[in-house]
Every structure is written in structure tokens, then in C-alpha cells.
């Protein structure tokens, strides 16, 4: 029940983004590869990581990680945030630098392009799916 919660906590804040607050948005999705050796661990510090973020943080609209059926050393994480303020804060938040020392030596790259949104309207609709 808790997890349900969450979402639909989740998707309460996205469909209360107004307009303008949607052009501020930062969109990313982290390219990230991790040595074999260090998966599992690794999965476990990222799992901790975006949980917590999206539990605590307001400014964090989503953390969506995801592993690669083909190659399981592969991880993209969809990451939304409300604004480069709130993406600056996550970044200083205790959970976010315990991942970060954490990890650091497990990750064999790493590539944080900046997406943006063809159809940030969309967004809204696809959230509300998960009521």
C-alpha cells in the first residue's frame, strides 16, 4: 500500500505543475554502465538513492531507474525535476552523496544529457494513466 501511495503522491505533484512551472523543468535520463563485478551492489545504492529522493524531496518529480533486458550492466534512470534548484538540492541531500561516494568506484561511465520534453503536456496524461 505504501508504494501505491507513492505514486499516487507522485502523480499528484505532476498534474499540479502549472505551465510555467513545466518550462522550468529539468529532464534528464543518466547513461549509466556499471563494472559487472559491482552490480548488484550498485542496484542497491540506486534503489535506496531514487526512493529516498522521491519520498523527500519535493522539487524531485521522478527517478525512474531501469536495467537493459540485453545487457544488465546497463542502467538509464529518467530523472524529473521541478527545477535547476531543486536538481542543485538533490545533489546536497545526505541520500544523494552516500550513492555518490558509494558508487563512485563502481561506475565505468557515466553521461547526464539534458533532455527536453517534445510534448511536456503529454506528461500529464501519462501520469494520470496511473490512478
Known amino acids: 500500500m505504501k508504494k501505491k501511495f507513492s505514486f499516487i503522491l507522485l502523480f499528484t505533484l505532476v498534474l499540479s505543475i502549472t505551465a510555467a512551472a513545466q518550462e522550468t523543468m529539468i529532464v534528464r535520463l543518466a547513461e549509466i554502465e556499471v563494472y559487472p563485478e559491482y552490480l548488484q551492489e550498485y542496484l542497491k545504492f540506486a534503489n535506496e538513492v531514487d ?23 546497463q542502467i538509464r534512470i529518467l530523472e524529473i525535476y521541478a527545477s535547476e534548484d531543486a ?18 568506484h563502481m561506475v565505468k561511465s557515466l553521461k547526464l544529457p539534458t533532455m ?16
Do not use: W
Open 51 to 73: 526512493r529516498l529522493s522521491v519520498e523527500r524531496e519535493p522539487g524531485v518529480v521522478c527517478l525512474f531507474p531501469m536495467q537493459s533486458a540485453e545487457d544488465s550492466t
Open 87 to 104: 536538481y542543485q538540492q538533490h545533489l546536497k541531500t545526505e541520500h544523494f552523496q552516500k550513492y555518490k561516494q558509494g558508487t563512485m
Open 116 to 131: 527536453r520534453p517534445l510534448d511536456p503536456e503529454t506528461m500529464k496524461l501519462i501520469f494520470n494513466k496511473q490512478r
